[in-house]
């Protein structure tokens, strides 16, 4: 078994600053979060930008050149940016920050679908921003668009143009078939660093049968041409990931994906969610992938090719 990939998505644009206090908001937050997080194992840090003052997820490259530059400074930790942003952005806006910054690596979602947090809304007793309820409670009536000619502009704007590779972010099943599809016309290359996510509504449930349809699927359809990663919404994060160390697949964590740490325990920081899953992997005897072991696996063009 190769060594495992540990992805770290540090804040998101899901969760709002009511749900935790430990949700880094900031460009210094999200900075300093992002480097412990890497210190604590991560080889990749997955990440988006907030408005410093409300914490509402933002695509403006100014915010992410406030953080970028100083991750890069501190660690060798691959840097991946988010191309599907925010509620209700954009393409050219959620391409705003990627094309500025030339990444190694940034996330590619796979087909468009309803999107649903709203029931988490439900959850929180007070709002500190007026913007929060809205924004959630208006997802029962959003689409998150990813269409064919959108994912090929991605494709061809960013990753053809300046050598940025993707974490293809697959939702379903037929996110497999979608970039099946786009490997079999050549618009994307091998090798495929796939990620499939559980438990967002909307997208397929977290049941561990579903993890092995998907694996199952994902390798009849790509064979050797992929890098198999999971990541799981909420309190299926820590049982999901642990489930894909053991199938021989890579990992991804953070505060993005899941608030908690444990059963009614939220957790304090990033780091402690990459520290808590790295322990359970060299428990089962798997070892962990440095960030050029990553870069190697995943084919990436360097951190010294990058815009920041």
């Known amino acids: 078994m190769s060594k495992v990939i540990i992805t770290c998505a540090v804040t998101g644009a899901i969760h709002t600053p009511s749900m935790s206090d430990h949700l880094p908001i900031t460009p210094q937050q999200i900075a300093e ?12 840090i997955h990440l988006h930008a907030r408005d410093p003052i409300d914490g509402r997820p933002t695509p403006d490259p100014a915010v992410f050149m406030q953080f970028l530059p100083v991750i890069k400074q501190s660690t060798d930790a691959v840097i991946n940016i988010t191309t599907g942003g925010g509620l209700g952005m954009s393409l050219d806006e959620r391409l705003a920050a990627p094309l500025l910054a030339k990444p190694e690596m940034c996330s590619l979602n ?11 809304a439900a959850r929180v007793k ?24 959108d994912i090929e502009q991605v494709v061809e704007r960013l990753g053809k143009a300046h050598g940025t590779r993707f974490e293809f972010e697959c939702y379903d099943v037929g ?11 050549k618009v994307v290359e091998p090798p495929l660093f796939t990620q499939t996510i559980f438990g967002i509504l ?12 998907m694996k199952e699927t ?12 999971v990541l799981a919404a909420g309190r299926h994060q820590m049982p999901f990931v642990t489930m894909a160390g053991m199938l021989g697949g890579n990992v991804r964590v953070g505060l993005e994906d899941s608030l908690w740490i444990g059963k009614g325990k939220a957790a ?5 969610q990459v520290t808590k899953i790295r322990r359970i ?10 960030p050029a072991e990553a870069r190697e696996m995943l084919k990436l063009k360097g951190g010294d090719l990058v815009g920041f």
């Open 268 to 272: 304090t920081s990033n780091a402690e």
């Open 175 to 185: 996110h497999l078939y979608n970039l099946a599809h786009m490997l079999d016309r």
């Open 126 to 149: 007070h709002f500190k921003h007026d913007w929060e309820k809205p924004y959630l409670e208006g997802t029962t009536n959003y689409i998150f668009r990813n269409t064919f000619q």
């Open 33 to 44: 979060q992002s480097i412990a997080a890497a210190e604590a194992g991560a080889s990749i």
């Open 218 to 229: 994902a390798d009849r359809l790509f064979g050797k041409d992929y890098v198999w990663s």
């Open 110 to 120: 796979m087909g468009s679908m309803n999107f649903n947090i709203a029931p988490s």
């Open 202 to 213: 909307g997208g397929i449930g977290a049941e561990p049968r579903n993890l092995m349809f």
């Open 281 to 290: 992997l060299e428990e089962l005897s798997l070892e962990i992938a440095t």
